[in-house]
């Protein structure tokens, strides 16, 4: 669980089809503050979460971290994408951070192997 012991979390799960051929090729878990859990009570939305969250409480998300790296598949997202516990995946990790520098929110996605291309662009400030 992210922040450590002690700390409570709300979670919630989703999964994001392949249109053209009808399969699921990722798993996310998204981990949220509970003081942030009234954007997940509010239902199904194609919206970030970490914007959702924005708007509702007027914070603007400062900062985040991503971190790539291959994972033996857990149990809990082994079924959702029609793999062996423990198959090789691409796990994702994005941490959002508020103006304190405190994390408001842990996503984490996991993709099935075959077929996965991840491209990010980034730009650096001008001025």
Partial sequence: MPG???KAWRMV??????????????WA??????RYGC??????SV??????IERESGMKTARLTQEIY????????????SLE????ALAVRRDYFDANDAVI???????????????????????
Avoid: K, Q, W
């Fill in 70 to 81: 291959a994972v033996g598949i857990p149990e809990r997202a082994a079924h959702s994408l």
């Fill in 29 to 34: 878990g998204v981990f949220i503050l509970p």
């Fill in 13 to 26: 799960e989703a999964v994001h089809h392949r249109v053209d051929i009808d399969e699921v090729i990722m």
């Fill in 4 to 6: 450590g012991p002690g």
């Fill in 85 to 88: 516990t423990g198959a090789p």
């Fill in 39 to 44: 954007v997940l009570d509010a239902g199904e």
């Fill in 105 to 127: 929110e842990v996503e984490l996605c996991l993709y099935r192997p075959e077929g996965h291309r991840n491209f990010s662009e980034f730009r650096p400030a001008m001025g």
């Fill in 47 to 52: 919206e970030p979460i970490y914007r959702r």
